[in-house]
C-alpha cells in the first residue's frame, strides 16, 4: 500500500536518553522505563492488581483473570525477574506477592489517571 504524500515512509530515530536530567538521574530514570514495560502487558498489570490485593497461587491467579495457568505462570516468571513479585512455598503451592510495595500505591495512581471499567477487565486475553 502506498503511503500519503505527507506520510512519512520512516520514522527517525529520536535519542531522548536522559535529555533534561541530571547525570546522576540516569540509572534511576533507566529503572522506572524498566518497571513501566514490566507493567506495559495487560496481563502483568491484571497479576499486579490482584496480587496488590493479596498474595495468590498460580491456580487462584488463573482463575481471577479466566488464563491459563501456563500464561499466568510465563507472565509472573517476567514480574519475578524485574523484582516486582516474589513466591513463597505453603504446602507445596507458591504463593505470590508484591516485592515491591509500592506497587499498590502505583495501581491507585493508574486508577485516579484512568478509572477501570466493566467491561475492560477481561479484555487482556
Same mark, same amino acid.
Given at each position: 500500500m502506498r503511503q500519503p504524500a505527507h506520510m512519512p515512509t520512516e520514522v527517525p530515530e529520536v535519542d531522548i536518553a536522559f535529555s533534561g536530567y541530571p547525570? #546522576?538521574?540516569g540509572p534511576a530514570v533507566e529503572r522506572q522505563a524498566q518497571l513501566l514495560r514490566a507493567l506495559g502487558h495487560p496481563? !502483568? +498489570?491484571q497479576l499486579v492488581r490482584a496480587l496488590a490485593e493479596a498474595p495468590l497461587s498460580v491456580s487462584a491467579l488463573s482463575q481471577r483473570l479466566d488464563l491459563p495457568q501456563s500464561r499466568v505462570s510465563q507472565q509472573l516468571s517476567l514480574l519475578r525477574h524485574q523484582n516486582l513479585v516474589s513466591a513463597?512455598? !505453603?504446602q507445596g503451592f507458591a504463593i505470590y506477592h508484591l516485592a515491591e510495595p509500592h506497587l499498590r500505591a502505583l495501581v491507585a495512581c +493508574?486508577? #485516579?489517571c484512568c478509572p477501570p471499567t466493566a467491561t475492560a477487565a477481561g479484555s487482556a486475553r
Open positions: 547525570p #546522576e538521574a496481563v !502483568r +498489570l513463597i512455598r !505453603r +493508574l486508577d #485516579e
